[in-house]
């Protein structure tokens, strides 16, 4: 690993670390499970990785977040369209991702991830670049909650333009929207992908400024809404709902997909699934409910601040 | 529709109309919701299906059978790769899909399905070709229902040559596994597409040998299951290993994910969702439990007649 790769592998350590402690904090309860794990020589991929699994808590039911870091001989293709000079050379990649399942309806299931991977021919320089980025999925919406998310990535990606913020919000728009339902999944966030920008330098720097605001992002809401009263009804839409979650995981999301299908680490792969979900046949919310606002008013893409 | 087309979907309307009857007998409690639908003129298929739809029944906790009948202008690329002579041509597609997820966790899920596509320039005669099969999912296992489920589909496909059933049968193994987890999805059955055989009646034969076989497959499981006591212990059990269906179902089955992604009706596509699902990370059985004997002795493919 180069000097610079274990400054990210360092940071991205110290980030799961202080999620992890504030997560259990705001749980009262629960504490992680680690679970660390290296691929076996012989495997395709080298690498390690640390899995961090907390179930059955206060605050939150089912909490997942992994750190990894892998290593191969050859850059796979679906990497390299962009980037043709760097066909068949050895790579690394390295992130932290995050699905937190809160256990109270009224509390938002929260989505992180940041991620780099390196790459160059030996002897030349590695080319660094970038992704990831932070989204909601509230069961009952709150605008004050929209905005909240959503000011606080827009503070976190200002010292990077200003067209970064609404450039990374309207691809998280695209990106967590469930097709098949014509309904986004969530109330959006930001995502990127390949990002080089300024460097590998200025991509650090983007990877600690969501890393960073991250707790910032969520916490409050969860502070929010945690005591909130909630019964029958409200446990019977949060797991219609957490159905949308699997089915945008399952069917869409690349990571989760790709990964399952081509080897990668089954358990870490699906920390994101929630903990119990349901399925009914056209469920659908009574007008003017709650429930029915949620699909009409916040699962729309829509400028929040 | 040709002569031969309306005589399979008289069949397969037939088909749904007596599997509904005799599973709403099995059941007692619950009848089947009826919803019928219509593509919208203007879309890029035209067509009609029925979805009939059980929930909260005494036996089956969902159950779901749809028939559907579509028409388009021009044969996907996907129909076309064995039959490079019929690119574009109009075709229709007709079927019969099944999933029952029954209650007590002693009795097992099913998967049956046939359908037949056929296609032809216009002034050329259609050729016909068809698919299917069936497919049993328990949770805890018992020799004796994967013999007599194997040994029906065996005596149902022996008019079809000797090698019809060892063939569907390794089919059906290779087909329904999840190689995200090494496992299969179930104990198998009989799995068949792009079926031609010896013309189009021939395959009209298969679909009313796989039809007829199914109740006789699967209900004297059914009846020989329903009345054994189950708890909590095996109620988990049976959510989590529910899990492992909608990992299937929605990562690796052809049918499903190609559905979704291509503007299938969610719906009835969705209707092999189980109704309560959980996932846990690294849960294990028990060793020498019946819960860890349905992956180890089950869950592998084997000859079971």
Redesign the interface.
């Known amino acids: 690993m180069s000097a610079f790769s274990n400054r990210v592998h360092d940071y991205l350590s110290g980030l799961q670390s202080r999620i992890t402690q504030a997560i259990e904090a705001a749980d009262g309860r629960a504490v992680f ?1 680690r ?1 660390d794990w290296h691929k076996a020589a012989g495997e395709p991929l080298q690498g390690a990785g640390s ?1 961090r ?1 907390l ?1 059955g808590g206060a605050v939150f039911e ?1 909490a ?1 977040i992994g750190l990894s870091q892998v290593r191969g001989p050859r850059l796979p293709p679906s990497a390299t369209q962009h980037r043709p000079e760097l066909e068949g050379s050895p790579f690394e990649a390295m992130g932290v991702s995050l699905v937190f399942h809160p256990l109270n309806p009224y509390v938002p299931t929260v989505h992180m991830n940041v991620r780099m991977i390196s790459a160059g021919h030996p002897g030349t320089e590695p080319v660094c670049w970038f992704g990831g980025g932070m989204d909601l999925t509230p069961y009952y919406g709150f605008d004050e909650d929209c905005q909240h998310f959503h000011r606080t990535c827009r503070d976190a990606l200002a010292p990077f333009g200003d067209d970064t913020y609404p450039r990374f919000k309207a691809w998280c728009d695209d990106y967590f929207f469930n ?3 014509g309904e986004a999944r969530g109330i959006g966030g930001i995502f990127y992908d390949d990002f080089v920008g300024g460097g590998a330098e200025q991509g650090l720097a983007l990877t600690r400024a969501v890393g960073e605001a991250f707790l910032q992002a969520y916490l409050p809401i969860v502070e929010r809404r945690a005591a909130t009263p909630w019964g029958e009804r409200e446990r019977q839409h949060q ?1 219609h709902r957490r ?1 949308r979650y ?2 945008f995981n ?2 869409w999301d690349r990571g989760t ?1 790709f990964g ?2 081509s ?2 680490r ?2 870490s ?3 994101s ?10 469920r659908q919310p009574e007008p003017g409910s709650p429930e029915a606002r949620l699909t009409e008013h916040f699962l729309v893409p829509r400028a929040w601040v």
Request: glycine residues 12%.
């Open positions: 499970r679970d899995t699994i179930e089912r997942g097709r098949h339902r797991l159905g699997v089915e399952l069917v997909h399952l299908q080897g990668g089954t358990e792969i699906l920390l699934m929630p903990p119990l979900v349901a399925w009914q046949y056209q």
